[in-house]
């Protein structure tokens, strides 16, 4: 066990293992102390700027449906003043603003569900059936779905000048889909649970957690408020929170983590690559190192753990700014390493 304690609020600590046959380090001088430092520092702006990038597309994408969605009403409220007064369309909005779906429709398992909602909680759950079975209710907006021989659409609809988009909305998705297809959930303010698919999920939330359970190729799970936990999965995954810890376990594939502030914890990967970075929190690793993989850890405040087999043969590259290195294993530092 690899153990990286007791770093000070402001050390920068970085863990690199190539796993390869042991090699002579490079030679040790001040300009490579100060490269390593500098490496450190790309290495924590490039984290914080892929985490910007996830916010901004998830933002941006939820502003672009509100966008559309906001177009249409406006189309249908200027269609509807040419031939209804105003009392009719008072009367008509509050006929519409409690919308319900409960229906059952034949999907294929190739297809794809995509479900929207701007403040409430999204289940998808996956059975055995060539059915999709949607569930859906909301008090204060309506509900739009679209459904097609390979195709989905579920979202929440802003209505009218009565709409508030708040969290006490109630707003809830229900949905049970074939194993194999790929789900595609996001909401503004509420969690995100998909379990069972076996597909491919993507998963994200502004406020809310977000839990992937039982998927295959690929899995992202993005929270901006709120954990990312992601469990038995065989293929790649992309897992990320600003506010919030991040959980992966049981992957058979690559995988990324990242956190702002939160702690990251890997258990069980049986992967080749794997990157972990958070910038306030600690770092927990337990898998199985491939003889040609790449695994990489970041913290800038916080401990790094590493639980690797005995078997395993590695050159590992340790650097800190402020920190203690502490290994269960023996460590043969090469001629000219720093120590």
């Not at 597309?57 to 406006?74: G, N, P, Q």
């Not at 977000?210 to 690929?218: E, F, G, K, N, S």
């Not at 958070?278 to 695994?295: A, K, P």
């Amino acid at each position: 066990m690899l153990r990286i304690p007791s770093l000070l609020l402001a050390s920068c600590t970085l863990v690199s293992l190539h796993v390869a046959p042991m090699s002579a380090a490079a030679q040790s001088s001040e300009r490579e102390t100060e490269r390593s430092l500098e490496r450190m520092a790309e290495q924590i702006t490039a984290a914080a700027e892929r985490m910007a990038a996830r916010v901004e597309k998830h933002a941006t994408l939820m502003a672009d449906r509100f966008e559309r969605e906001y177009e249409r009403r406006s189309k249908a409220d200027s269609k509807r003043r040419r031939s209804d007064s105003r009392n009719d369309r008072d009367d008509d909005w509050q006929q519409q603003v409690r919308s319900r779906i409960d229906t059952t429709v034949s999907f294929s398992a190739d297809g794809t569900i995509d479900l929207s909602s701007l403040s409430g909680e999204i289940i998808v759950n996956g059975w055995s059936r060539s059915e999709a079975h949607i569930k859906a209710s909301s008090d204060r907006t309506g509900l739009s779905l679209d459904i097609s021989g390979s195709r989905i659409t579920l979202e929440e609809e802003r209505r009218g000048r009565n709409w508030s988009g708040n969290r006490n909305d109630d707003t809830r998705y229900e949905v049970s889909v074939p194993r194999g297809v790929r789900v595609v959930a996001r909401t503004t303010s509420g969690e995100v649970t998909v379990k069972g698919t076996g597909g491919q999920v993507e998963a994200s939330s502004t406020s809310g957690d977000v839990t992937v359970v039982d998927a295959t190729r690929r899995v992202e799970a993005t929270s901006v408020s709120g954990d990312a936990t992601v469990r038995d999965v065989k293929g790649n995954v992309e897992a990320s929170s600003v506010s919030g810890s991040v959980e992966l376990e049981n992957i058979e594939g690559d995988a990324r983590a990242e956190s702002t502030s939160g702690d990251i914890t890997l258990t069980r990967l049986t992967s080749r690559e794997v990157e972990a970075s958070t910038t306030s929190g600690e770092v927990t690793y337990s898998g199985t190192m491939s003889n040609d993989g790449r695994y990489e850890f970041h913290s800038h405040s916080g401990n790094i753990e590493l639980t690797v087999p005995s078997s395993t043969s590695a050159r590992f590259s340790v650097e800190t700014f402020s920190g203690e290195l502490d290994s269960d294993f023996p460590i043969t530092i090469q001629p000219g390493d720093r120590t």
